[in-house]
């Protein structure tokens, strides 16, 4: 019995040694827990107070930004809408000039053709005023009717008078119907006279110019057939004639026909320029 009790008192005396040991181990554990419990409490509630304050004032600043972002946008569509309006305005104004500008073409091409009919109408009225004249000024200065006839073409009326004379006889009676004798301005009009012209030769108002020896147009002015008269002859007294088939000069004392011109971008009223 006695062993029993000192065996069972021993470990009874483990046990709570062991206890003893265990507690004093959670007591030494605890201890510096609790220990630093308390010394941490404190800091966390002295920063409470500032990381609440800045995270107001972060929930201020992203209020404000969320504003200022609403704004932008809200401005943005209000300056995209006015944009659009413009370019709207701009296209239909756009629009409206191409019209405007598609009518005034059409009003000038319109003006051009009354302006085209107009001026010939007004060379139809010159042509029968100018050829009414040219007979009574012949008529009244010569005393004679002339045989002949009288065309127009372009800006040019021709007179073929088919009464023979010398060149300076032509040239005499084509003033005396306030006209010219015939000046060929190239050689379009050239071959177009010639198809005109019947077998007879006709004076034109080209002679060769004694004192400036050199050949000149009844008007003193150039002609684009320059280069086809620069060899003519140049002996004194030739004069210029037109055939049905060449341009050639032969003796101012000829008798042959005579071509006499006005043009209708003159006054009708007013004589050609004289030799």
Known sequence: MTDEEITYATVRFHKSSSGLQKEGKSDETQGP??????ECSVPWHLIAIPVGILCSILLVALAVLVTYIFQYKQEKHELQKTLNNIDQEYRTMKYNYYLWKEMLRNKSVEY????????SLERKQNICYGEAKLVLDCEQRTGKPFKGHWFCCGIKCYYFIMDKKKWRGCNQTCQDCRLSLLKIDDDDELKFLQLQINQNNYWIGLSYNEKGKKWQWID??????????????????????????????TKCESFYSCICEMRMDKDPDSPSSKS
């Open 220 to 249: 003193n002015g150039p002609s684009n057939l320059d280069s086809k008269i620069a060899n003519f002859s140049r002996k004194t007294r030739r004069c210029a004639f037109l055939s049905r088939t060449r341009l050639e000069n």
């Open 33 to 38: 827990r609790k220990a630093g419990h308390k």
């Open 112 to 119: 051009d053709a009354l302006k085209d009919h107009l001026n």
